[in-house]
């Protein structure tokens, strides 16, 4: 098992880390729309969905791997209603590569963020 730590996205705000790489499959902790410095992106759920996804790609890279290698993720979203507008959004970052996805409505993520994704990727 490695631990996987990049200073461009957040960094965990309690007991876990930004991901761990075991075998040759990468799994990142959920990501909500925080700067790497920590600052919280109050916006829209169009602004904090680019956000999040900037996030994913930082934990990417730095386990060295990227979205084309991702084949499992996990959406979660405040409001089912806003499902449209995020789709779009990903969309853009998945648009000939799709990897396998699950996506649930929660009463509430951390910070009172309107969206949270993690992702299983292929490393090597």
């Known amino acids: 098992m490695k631990t996987v730590y990049t200073k461009s996205a957040p960094e965990?705000?309690?007991p876990y880390s930004q991901g761990m790489?075991?075998?040759?499959?990468?799994?990142?902790?959920?990501?909500?729309?925080?700067?790497?410095?920590?600052?919280?992106?109050?916006?829209?759920?169009?602004?904090?969905?680019?956000?999040?996804?900037?996030?994913?790609?930082?934990?990417?890279?730095?386990a060295g791997t990227s979205l084309d290698r991702v084949v499992k993720t996990t959406v979660y979203i405040k409001d089912m209603e806003q499902f449209g507008a995020i789709n779009e959004i990903y969309g853009e970052y998945f648009h000939t590569?799709?990897?396998?996805?699950?996506?649930?409505e929660v009463a509430?993520?951390?910070?009172?963020?309107?969206?949270?994704?993690?992702?299983i990727a292929l490393v090597g």
């Not at 590569?97 to 649930?104: E, F, G, I, Q, T």
């Open 21 to 62: 790489i075991v075998n040759n499959l990468f799994y990142s902790s959920g990501q909500i729309p925080l700067r790497a410095d920590g600052t919280f992106v109050d916006g829209a759920i169009e602004e904090q969905t680019h956000q999040v996804f900037s996030n994913v790609k930082a934990v990417l890279e730095a």
């Open 12 to 14: 965990a705000i309690g």
């Open 97 to 104: 590569h799709m990897p396998a996805r699950s996506c649930v």
């Open 108 to 119: 509430r993520l951390p910070k009172d963020a309107l969206v949270e994704i993690e992702v």
